[in-house]
């Protein structure tokens, strides 16, 4: 089980979506935000909640993403410290 989680980690495809992911992260939440603004405008009968729905789909894309690359950087860091750990174990050997 572990070997296919590591294969599929080093498919190079794997990253790639990964990491296109956050491209597409910050566009789809301001369009979320917006359609809810829109929504919010026509039920309220209001011309100007849909520029809180964009203000707030930027801010929560932005929080998204900032938490992805916090999880990038935990990961390659545990993966860092796994190998050298493995490093001195086969020298003490």
Known sequence: MKDEKQRREENPW???ARYSEIGFLI???VLVGYLFG???DHLLHTH???LLGIVFGAIS???SMIRRALQASAEADAEETKEEKEKKDTRHE
Request: glycine share 6%.
């Open 14 to 16: 794997v990253m790639v």
């Open 27 to 29: 566009p789809a939440s």
């Open 38 to 40: 829109l929504l919010a």
């Open 48 to 50: 100007w909640i849909y």
């Open 61 to 63: 894309g932005f929080v």
